[in-house]
């Protein structure tokens, strides 16, 4: 009896196994046939480049002669959240000929936590509270004036 329990717990333990293995997402630049460390400068221009990677992830914001690619992989196991596993950004800078200058790789360990401001606006005027909020227009309402007749108008005009 002890024999087939602990049988029925290996042969469980082995069928659910498979149930908490990872599962990855991928993001961003997803390399097919040419990686973009595999660009070599001085040798490979723009158009190269964009015909071998394609579109990069973005551009630089002040220089226009920075393509930068990004790639995030995440793995999520069950229901907890995604964790980023790899993240690897490629900027590959042009010269003014459109030349290939050099081609920069970072990676996680290369990254730096920024911390966002967290003020907000200041608006004008109070907060209502709940029952401001329900009864508040209660008796402010104007009915739509109209042109009908009515036994205190019978021309119905406006005066």
Avoid: K
């Avoid at 009896?1 to 991928?26: D, F, K, N, W």
């Avoid at 036994?151 to 005066?159: D, K, L, V």
């Amino acid at each position: 009896m002890a024999h087939r329990t602990i049988l029925a717990t290996v042969a469980l333990a082995c069928l659910t196994a498979g149930c908490i293995s990872p599962v990855q997402a991928y993001h961003g630049y997803a390399p097919d046939e040419v990686a973009p460390n595999q660009i070599t400068p001085g040798i490979d221009t723009r158009s190269s480049v964009l015909a071998q990677l394609g579109s990069p992830s973005t551009e630089s914001i002040f220089d226009d002669n920075t393509w930068i690619y990004i790639t995030t992989i995440q793995e999520r196991i069950a229901f907890y959240r995604p964790q980023i596993s790899t993240r690897t950004v490629t900027a590959i800078r042009f010269s003014e000929e459109d030349v290939v200058q050099e081609v920069l790789e970072y990676d996680q360990e290369d990254g730096r936590v920024l911390n966002y401001a967290s003020r907000e606006t200041p608006t004008r005027g109070r907060e209502l509270g709940l029952w401001e909020q329900i009864f508040g227009n209660v008796g402010r309402t104007v009915l739509p004036a109209t042109n009908e007749a009515t036994p205190g108008n019978p021309t119905g005009r406006r005066n």
